[in-house]
T-cell receptor, first 119, second 113 residues
Framework: DAGVIQSPRHEVTEMGQEVTLRCKPISGHNSLFWYRQTMMRGLELLIYFNNNVPIDDSGMPEDRFSAKMPNASFSTLKIQPSEPRDSAVYFC?????????????????FGPGTRLTVL | AQSVTQLGSHVSVSEGALVLLRCNYSSSVPPYLFWYVQYPNQGLQLLLKYTSAATLVKGINGFEAEFKKSETSFHLTKPSAHMSDAAEYFCAVRSGGGNKLTFGTGTQLKVEL
């Protein structure tokens, strides 16, 4: 298994520029999660998808952030325009969605992350 | 709403000593609880999970955790620390539908010679 693949691994950009982060989930997984990790705020869920459909985007900080999942094997997180406070490590995770309700759970597999620095 | 609290952002132990990382949960439904580990510059990796079967859960790398409903706790332990255990550890609770998780703030474990 290749695991969850994220690109780029590191991104350095200037304030105001557009940033696009990419994620390829594990084949067969139908849930995908985007997280942001900072020293100040810890690990935050930004958005997650089930079967390519956004289910909960309540963690997206503001309109500058957008995420898409055009198919089961690809997702993007875009920041436009970027600001220095967006500097963080962004993780993508995927899982195989369990049965409806709380009766089952399948673990999330995390990618290696993208370290974003906005100057 | 489901949440977890990790007591102690930094824990330091000697190699060979007991490791105890604390996690307390709050949940309005029977909880599913998890421990993840993050090594430097890597993503999170599942250590173990509790899903209402046995209350003592064994995970990878010799770690285990005990679910105690009366104490609303899910503490992570390892009898003998190894240098390779130095990492950040996150407790998490299933929150909402699907496989959504809410993570604690993490505990950095340092292992000294």
């Amino acid at each position: 298994d290749a695991g969850v693949i994220q690109s780029p691994r590191h991104e350095v950009t200037e304030m105001g520029q557009e940033v696009t982060l990419r994620c390829k989930p594990i084949s067969g997984h139908n849930s995908l999660f985007w997280y942001r990790q900072t020293m100040m705020r810890g690990l935050e869920l930004l958005i997650y998808f089930n079967n390519n459909v956004p289910i909960d985007d309540s963690g997206m900080p503001e309109d500058r952030f957008s995420a898409k999942m055009p198919n089961a094997s690809f997702s993007t997180l875009k920041i436009q325009p970027s600001e220095p406070r967006d500097s963080a490590v962004y993780f993508c995770a995927s899982s195989r969605r369990g049965l409806a309700g709380f009766s089952s759970y399948n673990e999330q597999f995390f990618g290696p992350g993208t370290r974003l620095t906005v100057l | 709403a489901q949440s977890v609290t990790q007591l102690g952002s930094h824990v330091s132990v000697s190699e060979g000593a007991l490791v105890l990382l604390r996690c307390n949960y709050s949940s309005s439904v029977p909880p599913y609880l998890f421990w993840y580990v993050q090594y430097p510059n890597q993503g999170l990796q599942l250590l173990l999970k509790y899903t209402s079967a046995a209350t003592l859960v064994k995970g990878i790398n010799g770690f285990e955790a005990e679910f105690k409903k009366s104490e609303t706790s899910f503490h992570l332990t390892k009898p003998s620390a190894h240098m390779s255990d130095a990492a950040e550890y996150f407790c998490a609770v299933r929150s909402g539908g699907g496989n959504k998780l809410t993570f604690g703030t993490g505990t950095q474990l340092k292992v000294e010679l």
